[in-house]
């Protein structure tokens, strides 16, 4: 059972924006900053979104992450076959007094 | 560039230990700790701890505190994680991550896969 809550699916089609939803508490998303990651099939993660909602150099726009309260998103806009993945998000959290992750969402395009 | 590379894959049995070495390279390695997060197979990403980089200060996961050990060796800017008393359940892909603070991990290393089984 993961600390942080997401779906553990969503899908879309080509040029359509999928949104991932992480859910977490005071503890964590609530007080602190969110992390996104992306793992394509048999590779390490990579950073996608830090902060809460700055993408690293390089990255396209059609990625962009947001939060409010406890409960953080990403969306990825104009979906591309290439963006087939799993999603993570992840924080640190103030009562473990550790980082925690989200169970992961894959990502299917249709 | 950033890049942390690791050591190779390693085969062990259970009650053994293991050590998984990362070597830091591109940044000033004194500048930034280490977490490193393990994955097991089909499953999803588990935080073990992280190290600091400049004075070696260490946060340990509950679950695993009492069995893991991170270190680093500053003169060649290398990151060390050691697991004992391995368990079937410690099969798993092991990264090694940079980290700043603890929680903005940046960059990641390709993985070591760690296999435990009699």
């Known amino acids: 059972q993961s600390v942080l809550t997401q779906p553990p699916s969503a899908s879309g089609t080509p040029g359509q924006r999928v949104t991932i939803s992480c859910s977490g508490s005071s503890s964590n998303i609530g007080s602190n900053y969110v992390f996104w990651y992306q793992q394509l099939p048999g590779t390490a993660p990579k950073l996608l979104i830090y902060r809460n909602n700055q993408r690293p150099s390089g990255l396209p726009d059609r990625f962009s992450g947001s939060k409010s309260g406890t409960s953080a998103s990403l969306s990825i806009g104009g979906l591309r076959s290439e963006d087939e993945a799993d999603y993570y998000c992840?924080?640190?959290?103030?009562?473990?007094?550790?980082?925690?992750f989200g169970g992961g969402t894959k990502l299917t395009v249709l | 560039q950033v890049q942390l590379v690791q050591s190779g894959a390693e085969v062990k049995k259970p009650g053994a230990s293991v050590k998984v070495s990362c070597k830091a390279s591109?940044?000033?390695?004194?500048?930034?700790?280490i977490s490193w997060v393990r994955q097991a197979p089909r499953q999803g990403l588990e935080w073990m701890g992280w190290?600091?980089?400049?004075?070696?200060?260490?946060n340990y996961a509950q679950k695993v505190q009492g069995r893991v050990t991170l270190t680093t060796d500053t003169s060649t800017s290398t990151a060390y994680m050691e697991l004992r008393s391995l368990r079937s359940d410690d099969t798993a892909v092991y990264y090694c991550?940079?980290?700043?603070?603890?929680?903005?991990?940046?960059?990641w290393g390709q993985g070591t896969l760690v296999s435990v089984s009699s």
């Open positions: 591109g940044y000033t390695f004194h500048t930034y700790g």
């Open positions: 992840a924080a640190w959290d103030d009562s473990l007094s550790g980082v925690v």
């Open positions: 991550t940079r980290d700043y603070t603890g929680g903005r991990i940046d960059h």
């Open positions: 190290i600091s980089g400049y004075n070696g200060n260490t």
